[in-house]
């Protein structure tokens, strides 16, 4: 299966990352509520995992593994958001979640999401693994982190994601925005699986960053 080139947080480096993925006419639209609602289904999708050493779309990774890596990168960008210097995203070389997968990924929600809800932190630029962006741009990377590795547990655990088609159309219009920023030679991701145009928008995701619907 197709997969990224390394399974770490959505990266676009070297480059400020400054999209905005304008809402639908008439819509008013807040991307960490988006943040938020992705956070909440990817929640579910971890507290339904049965088996935690069962392998993942992420050939190095096992279901705690991935979702380690997941909490990581939670407590990572909160870091950042709050000043503080980001650390690790491998998730072997440190185990953030303890005898409690489930409420150690909570935990991280809830810290990330308020975390974003600081005044003016959409308006700020930091320092994360992708490069340099503003506040805004990466709410977008934790977003699509989540919706892939979100698909990946999904995938790895027999579950269904429950991710809003509108959301994931916005995240579908910012990934393609940053790749065709990127030189070919700096893309971190496998080449685009091709899929149907009317596939849902979970599956065009997943194959415009390299992985198999199917």
């Known amino acids: 299966m197709a997969h990224l080139s390394h399974p770490a947080t ?6 400020a990352v400054s999209v905005l993925v304008p809402p639908e006419k008439g819509e008013t639209m807040n991307p960490v509520d988006d943040l938020a609602a992705v ?24 279901v705690r593994e991935l979702v380690n890596h997941l909490v990581l990168g939670h407590r990572l960008f909160t870091a950042v ?12 070389t440190f185990d953030a979640l303890g005898d409690d997968p489930v409420a150690a990924y909570r935990d991280a929600v809830r810290g ?36 892939v590795h979100g698909w990946d547990l999904a995938r790895a655990t027999g579950q269904e994601p429950k991710f809003e088609d509108a959301l994931v159309e916005r995240e579908i219009a910012f990934s393609t925005a940053k790749l065709a920023d990127l030189p070919a030679e700096r893309n971190p991701f496998a080449p685009p699986v091709p899929v149907a145009e009317d596939a849902p928008p979970l599956d065009r995701l997943v194959a415009l960053l390299g992985r198999s619907p199917s």
């Open 10 to 15: 959505v990266p676009f480096p070297g480059r």
């Open 39 to 62: 956070l909440d289904s990817t929640s579910a999708l971890v507290a339904g995992v049965s088996r935690w050493d069962a392998p993942t779309p992420c050939p190095e990774w096992t």
């Open 81 to 92: 958001l709050h000043g503080e210097e980001c650390g690790s995203l491998d998730p072997r």
């Open 112 to 147: 990330l999401v308020s975390a974003f809800r600081q005044p003016t932190a959409l308006e700020r630029v930091f320092e994360v693994p992708a490069g340099t962006v503003p506040g805004i741009a990466a709410v977008h990377l934790r977003i699509v982190e989540e919706l």
